[in-house]
């Protein structure tokens, strides 16, 4: 994979702090792949049978691509001493982003691996590594939304686009749900996907409850555990748009959804 922008940044830390830059070591190379856009394909061959019977299919394995970063003058043992501490050698997936126009909302979650030194002469002047993803996709930086209410019960439709390229898999966001000062219950029903409906009952007023729908976690504000105030229906997204009708004693949603799964290529 290539890329047109000058910079990157790995961990939050930009590469001109250490006087590095993308470079594409082939530069005479033509073909491009164009991301990890290939799917496993899952079937089994049966006897006398001239098509193998579908079980279905799934995105490849991770998104891995080669990488090289150059300085423009030389790099001292000293200063490729501190590249390394920098970018190789991590246990975790750390958010790597490339400074382009086209890639300002987008980033991979990737690790550094199998660097290599580039001399030109005996001065070290950059190296190359591949780039190992968590995911077949990058993704975009996180989105907060905010829904805020007046009066004692609520009933609105609201929409929301989710623009991921994983149109096989859901969506699941945080959600921030405050109860107004009446107290009661909140329903939160995803007109999108056959009327699927988050509900809770008998919540204190001006209660604060946080949900992660992905780790399917609940706290409340009051201390007090909700899960049995809850219908065990944690809020998900479809891919596309999704009509989401919020009813009942709320003064506010405030929705945060990560890991929108983007396809790169070039």
């Known amino acids: 994979m290539s890329f047109y922008g000058r910079t990157f940044i790995y961990d939050d830390v930009p590469s001109e702090n250490y006087g590095l830059f993308i470079s594409d ?9 164009m991301g990890n856009t290939s799917v496993e394909i899952y079937e089994k061959k049966l ?35 501190l590249v390394q501490k920098w970018l190789f050698g991590s246990k975790t997936y750390k958010k790597f982003q490339v400074v382009q126009e086209d890639m300002q909302q987008v980033y991979f979650n990737a690790i550094m691996n199998d660097p290599e030194i580039v001399r030109v002469g005996n001065m070290i002047m950059g190296f190359t590594c591949n780039v190992e993803c968590d995911s077949p996709f990058a993704y975009l930086f996180p989105k907060t939304t905010t829904y805020s209410y007046t009066g004692s ?34 329903t939160i029903r995803n007109l999108s996907e056959s009327s699927r409906s988050s509900v809770f009952t008998s919540l204190s007023p001006n209660e604060v409850i946080t949900i992660d729908s992905s780790f ?33 004693n709320v003064a506010s949603v405030v929705m945060t959804t990560q890991f929108i799964s983007k396809k790169i290529g070039g």
């Open 25 to 33: 070591i082939d530069a005479s190379a033509v073909n491009r792949t």
């Open 47 to 81: 006897f006398r049978r001239a098509t193998p019977y579908f079980y279905g299919a799934t995105p490849s394995k991770k998104l891995s691509f080669k990488f090289s970063s150059f300085s423009e003058d030389e790099l001292t043992g000293d200063d490729f001493e």
């Open 153 to 186: 019960t609520v009933d609105s439709v609201e929409e929301f686009y989710n623009a991921s390229d994983d149109a096989d898999s859901y969506l699941y966001p945080k959600l921030v749900i405050t109860v107004n000062s009446f107290g009661g219950d909140v």
């Open 216 to 248: 399917q976690t609940i706290s409340s504000s009051t201390g007090l555990k909700r899960l049995s105030n809850f219908n065990k229906k944690f809020l998900r997204l479809v891919p596309g748009l999704n009509r989401l009708r919020v009813q009942g």
